[in-house]
Protein backbone atom coordinates (compact mmCIF):
# COMPACT_ATOMS: atom_id res chain seq x y z
CA UNK A 1 0.00 0.00 0.00
CA UNK A 2 1.40 3.12 -0.70
CA UNK A 3 3.43 5.81 1.66
CA UNK A 4 1.00 8.44 1.14
CA UNK A 5 -1.84 6.90 2.09
CA UNK A 6 -0.17 4.51 5.07
CA UNK A 7 0.74 8.02 6.36
CA UNK A 8 -2.05 9.86 6.12
CA UNK A 9 -4.47 7.12 7.82
CA UNK A 10 -2.49 5.16 9.89
CA UNK A 11 -3.45 1.78 8.06
CA UNK A 12 -3.71 -0.84 7.19
CA UNK A 13 -4.90 -2.84 10.68
CA UNK A 14 -5.30 -6.26 10.32
CA UNK A 15 -7.50 -7.60 13.03
CA UNK A 16 -8.78 -11.09 14.32
CA UNK A 17 -12.44 -12.37 13.24
CA UNK A 18 -12.32 -15.42 14.81
CA UNK A 19 -10.71 -18.92 13.49
CA UNK A 20 -11.67 -18.66 10.20
CA UNK A 21 -11.67 -14.76 9.41
CA UNK A 22 -9.42 -11.40 9.31
CA UNK A 23 -11.06 -7.95 9.42
CA UNK A 24 -8.96 -5.82 7.08
CA UNK A 25 -9.11 -2.20 8.43
CA UNK A 26 -7.88 -0.05 5.55
CA UNK A 27 -9.72 3.98 6.43
CA UNK A 28 -10.84 5.66 9.10
CA UNK A 29 -13.38 7.52 7.77
CA UNK A 30 -15.70 7.18 5.34
CA UNK A 31 -15.20 8.14 1.17
CA UNK A 32 -16.18 7.06 -1.82
CA UNK A 33 -12.32 6.33 -2.87
CA UNK A 34 -12.53 3.88 -0.54
CA UNK A 35 -14.28 1.57 -3.04
CA UNK A 36 -11.23 1.34 -4.96
CA UNK A 37 -9.21 0.27 -2.63
CA UNK A 38 -11.69 -2.12 -1.02
CA UNK A 39 -12.34 -3.90 -4.48
CA UNK A 40 -8.61 -4.22 -5.25
CA UNK A 41 -8.06 -5.77 -2.22
CA UNK A 42 -10.94 -8.34 -2.83
CA UNK A 43 -9.95 -9.00 -6.38
CA UNK A 44 -6.42 -10.15 -5.06
CA UNK A 45 -7.74 -12.25 -2.16
CA UNK A 46 -9.65 -14.09 -4.67
CA UNK A 47 -6.81 -14.66 -6.87
CA UNK A 48 -4.48 -15.51 -3.84
CA UNK A 49 -6.64 -17.84 -1.59
CA UNK A 50 -8.54 -19.51 -4.68
CA UNK A 51 -10.82 -22.56 -3.14
CA UNK A 52 -9.67 -21.67 0.44
CA UNK A 53 -11.50 -18.09 0.12
CA UNK A 54 -15.28 -18.74 2.01
CA UNK A 55 -16.74 -15.03 1.47
CA UNK A 56 -15.06 -11.65 1.30
CA UNK A 57 -17.36 -9.07 3.02
CA UNK A 58 -16.75 -5.18 1.95
CA UNK A 59 -17.74 -2.36 4.12
CA UNK A 60 -17.39 1.31 4.47
CA UNK A 61 -13.57 0.56 5.68
CA UNK A 62 -13.53 -2.29 5.86
CA UNK A 63 -12.96 -5.93 4.12
CA UNK A 64 -13.95 -9.34 6.17
CA UNK A 65 -11.91 -12.00 4.63
CA UNK A 66 -13.35 -15.70 5.48
CA UNK A 67 -11.42 -18.63 4.54
CA UNK A 68 -11.33 -22.04 5.04
CA UNK A 69 -9.08 -22.97 8.10
CA UNK A 70 -8.92 -26.23 7.10
CA UNK A 71 -7.17 -25.40 4.14
CA UNK A 72 -5.02 -22.37 5.21
CA UNK A 73 -3.87 -21.64 8.95
CA UNK A 74 -4.61 -18.19 10.34
CA UNK A 75 -1.22 -17.20 11.00
CA UNK A 76 -0.91 -18.16 7.14
CA UNK A 77 -3.53 -16.51 5.45
CA UNK A 78 -2.86 -12.97 7.72
CA UNK A 79 0.71 -13.20 6.38
CA UNK A 80 -0.11 -13.67 2.81
CA UNK A 81 -2.68 -10.40 3.51
CA UNK A 82 0.50 -8.35 4.55
CA UNK A 83 2.47 -9.23 1.42
CA UNK A 84 -0.94 -8.28 -0.87
CA UNK A 85 -1.47 -4.87 1.31
CA UNK A 86 2.24 -4.34 0.74
CA UNK A 87 1.73 -2.93 -3.06
CA UNK A 88 -2.44 -2.86 -2.96
CA UNK A 89 -2.98 0.28 -5.36
CA UNK A 90 -6.76 0.97 -6.41
CA UNK A 91 -8.11 -0.28 -8.89
CA UNK A 92 -11.95 1.49 -10.04
CA UNK A 93 -12.78 -0.82 -13.01
CA UNK A 94 -13.01 -3.55 -9.33
CA UNK A 95 -15.73 -1.34 -8.39
CA UNK A 96 -17.72 -0.33 -11.39
CA UNK A 97 -20.58 -1.26 -10.58
CA UNK A 98 -24.20 -0.95 -12.48
CA UNK A 99 -26.23 2.37 -12.30
CA UNK A 100 -29.34 1.72 -10.71
CA UNK A 101 -32.76 3.95 -10.41
CA UNK A 102 -35.34 3.26 -7.57
CA UNK A 103 -38.42 4.76 -8.79
CA UNK A 104 -39.99 6.67 -5.36
CA UNK A 105 -43.02 7.74 -4.03
CA UNK A 106 -42.32 10.62 -1.52
CA UNK A 107 -45.03 11.46 0.32
CA UNK A 108 -45.79 11.58 4.48
CA UNK A 109 -48.17 8.94 4.53
CA UNK A 110 -45.36 6.45 3.46
CA UNK A 111 -42.68 8.69 4.50
CA UNK A 112 -43.59 9.29 8.05
CA UNK A 113 -40.65 11.15 9.21
CA UNK A 114 -40.63 13.32 5.82
CA UNK A 115 -41.99 16.46 7.57
CA UNK A 116 -39.79 16.06 10.24
CA UNK A 117 -36.60 15.89 8.39
CA UNK A 118 -38.12 18.91 6.70
CA UNK A 119 -38.46 21.22 10.15
CA UNK A 120 -35.10 19.70 11.51
CA UNK A 121 -32.92 20.88 8.32
CA UNK A 122 -35.03 23.68 7.60
CA UNK A 123 -36.26 22.98 4.69
CA UNK A 124 -39.42 22.61 2.99
CA UNK A 125 -40.85 18.95 2.23
CA UNK A 126 -40.58 19.32 -1.26
CA UNK A 127 -36.72 20.66 -0.64
CA UNK A 128 -36.09 17.82 0.87
CA UNK A 129 -36.92 15.56 -1.63
CA UNK A 130 -35.19 17.34 -4.54
CA UNK A 131 -31.92 17.51 -2.37
CA UNK A 132 -32.33 13.55 -1.36
CA UNK A 133 -33.15 12.62 -5.55
CA UNK A 134 -30.35 14.93 -6.53
CA UNK A 135 -27.59 12.88 -6.42
CA UNK A 136 -26.05 10.07 -7.73
CA UNK A 137 -25.35 7.68 -4.17
CA UNK A 138 -22.64 4.34 -4.09
CA UNK A 139 -23.40 1.30 -2.75
CA UNK A 140 -21.10 1.20 0.47
CA UNK A 141 -21.96 -2.26 1.89
CA UNK A 142 -24.33 -4.58 2.61
CA UNK A 143 -25.64 -5.37 5.31
CA UNK A 144 -28.55 -5.96 8.63
CA UNK A 145 -30.68 -7.75 6.53
CA UNK A 146 -30.17 -9.73 2.86
CA UNK A 147 -30.13 -7.03 -0.09
CA UNK A 148 -29.89 -3.77 2.44
CA UNK A 149 -27.17 -1.21 0.89
CA UNK A 150 -25.95 0.91 2.92
CA UNK A 151 -25.13 4.12 0.10
CA UNK A 152 -23.79 7.19 0.43
CA UNK A 153 -22.98 9.95 1.00
CA UNK A 154 -25.87 12.13 1.66
CA UNK A 155 -25.89 16.25 1.17
CA UNK A 156 -24.44 17.21 4.61
CA UNK A 157 -28.03 19.44 4.68
CA UNK A 158 -29.61 16.17 5.23
CA UNK A 159 -27.48 14.89 7.59
CA UNK A 160 -30.12 13.94 10.69
CA UNK A 161 -30.00 11.18 13.27
CA UNK A 162 -31.44 7.90 14.09
CA UNK A 163 -34.53 7.69 15.72
CA UNK A 164 -34.51 7.67 19.71
CA UNK A 165 -36.93 4.67 19.62
CA UNK A 166 -36.91 2.22 16.34
CA UNK A 167 -39.80 1.58 15.07
CA UNK A 168 -40.61 -2.48 15.37
CA UNK A 169 -41.84 -2.99 11.75
CA UNK A 170 -40.63 -0.86 8.66
CA UNK A 171 -42.89 -1.44 5.67
CA UNK A 172 -40.88 -2.99 2.71
CA UNK A 173 -39.68 -1.03 0.17
CA UNK A 174 -39.01 2.07 2.47
CA UNK A 175 -36.68 4.46 1.81
CA UNK A 176 -34.91 6.16 4.49
CA UNK A 177 -31.97 8.30 5.68
CA UNK A 178 -29.77 8.12 8.90
CA UNK A 179 -26.63 10.44 9.34
CA UNK A 180 -24.85 10.62 5.99
CA UNK A 181 -26.73 6.88 5.10
CA UNK A 182 -29.67 6.79 3.06
CA UNK A 183 -31.30 3.11 2.20
CA UNK A 184 -34.11 1.40 1.29
CA UNK A 185 -35.87 -1.67 3.53
CA UNK A 186 -35.78 -5.05 0.65
CA UNK A 187 -37.96 -6.69 3.94
CA UNK A 188 -40.52 -5.77 6.68
CA UNK A 189 -38.29 -5.37 9.49
CA UNK A 190 -37.52 -3.34 13.21
CA UNK A 191 -35.82 0.10 11.92
CA UNK A 192 -34.63 3.30 13.49
CA UNK A 193 -34.25 5.23 9.93
CA UNK A 194 -35.78 8.30 9.22
CA UNK A 195 -38.56 7.28 6.38
CA UNK A 196 -39.15 9.70 3.45
CA UNK A 197 -40.89 7.52 1.07
CA UNK A 198 -41.45 4.54 -1.01
CA UNK A 199 -39.72 2.52 -4.03
CA UNK A 200 -41.52 -0.01 -6.29
CA UNK A 201 -37.96 -1.56 -6.70
CA UNK A 202 -38.05 -5.36 -5.77
CA UNK A 203 -34.77 -5.06 -3.63
CA UNK A 204 -34.71 -8.67 -2.92
CA UNK A 205 -35.82 -11.69 -5.01
CA UNK A 206 -34.33 -15.69 -4.09
CA UNK A 207 -35.32 -16.15 -8.09
CA UNK A 208 -32.51 -13.36 -8.81
CA UNK A 209 -28.87 -14.57 -9.46
CA UNK A 210 -27.21 -13.10 -6.09
CA UNK A 211 -30.35 -12.26 -4.89
CA UNK A 212 -29.87 -8.33 -4.06
CA UNK A 213 -30.46 -6.37 -6.90
CA UNK A 214 -28.10 -3.79 -5.54
CA UNK A 215 -24.40 -4.81 -4.89
CA UNK A 216 -21.72 -3.19 -3.86
CA UNK A 217 -19.58 -0.53 -6.21
CA UNK A 218 -23.15 0.32 -7.75
CA UNK A 219 -24.60 3.73 -8.41
CA UNK A 220 -27.81 4.59 -7.25
CA UNK A 221 -30.58 7.15 -8.39
CA UNK A 222 -33.52 7.57 -6.10
CA UNK A 223 -36.62 8.97 -9.21
CA UNK A 224 -39.50 10.82 -7.56
CA UNK A 225 -43.17 9.15 -8.56
CA UNK A 226 -46.13 10.85 -7.99
CA UNK A 227 -48.96 8.21 -6.80
CA UNK A 228 -51.00 7.70 -9.51
CA UNK A 229 -47.44 6.20 -11.33
CA UNK A 230 -46.08 4.39 -7.78
CA UNK A 231 -49.17 2.32 -7.98
CA UNK A 232 -48.91 1.64 -11.74
CA UNK A 233 -45.68 0.48 -11.19
CA UNK A 234 -47.39 -2.09 -8.43
CA UNK A 235 -46.13 -0.02 -5.69
CA UNK A 236 -48.36 -0.31 -2.35
CA UNK A 237 -49.56 2.83 -0.94
CA UNK A 238 -50.52 1.25 2.15
CA UNK A 239 -50.19 4.06 5.20
CA UNK A 240 -46.92 3.23 7.02
CA UNK A 241 -49.14 3.69 9.90
CA UNK A 242 -51.17 1.10 8.72
CA UNK A 243 -48.18 -1.49 9.12
CA UNK A 244 -47.62 -0.94 12.25
Given at each position: ????????????????AGLDGW???????????NLAWLGALARRCEAEFGEALIDLVPSYTTL?????????????????????????????E?????????????????????????RHTGM???EVIARHAGREYRVFALGFAPGFAFMGLLDE???????????????????AIAGR???????????????LGRTTARLFDRDRDGFSLL??????????LARAAFERQGGDATPAENHA
Open positions: MSRAMNCKERLPRIESMVRLFARIDEQLVVFDPLRLSPVSVRHRLVVLLADLEPEEAVAGEVRELPTWYDPSVGPDLERVASVESLEVPRLETPRKRVPVNSVQTAAYPAVSPGGWNLRVGDRVRFVP
